[in-house]
């Protein structure tokens, strides 16, 4: 799932739907951006193969990659939007390294404002050129 969203990161949101996701590397206020809106979208395959898998025996393996679709989305949600954005707001203070690192460079990847010239497109997977404590 890592190597989808990457791929669909770089090159969908930071692309041809820039028009959706740069509401998510601009200021507001609100609660809600047009980014979301990929949420809904990205849900579309999973319940498809959930009801394939689950009416046809023979394509029952299906569900399985729903249940990943489906799992990768909630971690997406708890780690993104909760933890790092704090959509939701609690105090934490990440003390894992590996933590640390991906949220660095999550914050790294919204210091563009722009589509052009980003880098850590990745969810999980942060390389250590990320880690805040390597200076560049």
Request: hydrophobic letters at 45%; aromatic letters at 20%; one cysteine or more.
């Amino acid at each position: 799932m890592e190597g989808v969203a990457w791929f669909t990161h770089k090159y969908v949101m930071h692309g041809f739907l820039w028009t959706w996701h740069k509401s998510h590397h601009s200021y507001h206020n609100h609660t809600l951006e047009r980014n979301d809106l990929f949420a809904v979208v990205f849900s579309i395959p999973a319940i498809v193969l959930f009801m394939i898998g689950a009416e046809f025996p023979e394509y029952h393996i299906l569900i399985y990659f729903a249940i990943g679709i489906t799992g990768y989305g909630i971690f997406y949600v708890l780690f993104h939007d909760i933890l790092v954005h704090q959509r939701i707001k609690f105090r934490y203070k990440a003390k894992g390294k590996y933590l640390k690192r991906m949220i660095h460079a999550h914050y790294l990847h919204h210091e563009k404002r722009t589509k052009e010239n980003c880098e850590a497109f990745g969810f999980l997977y942060a390389p250590k050129k990320f880690d805040p404590s390597v200076k560049k």
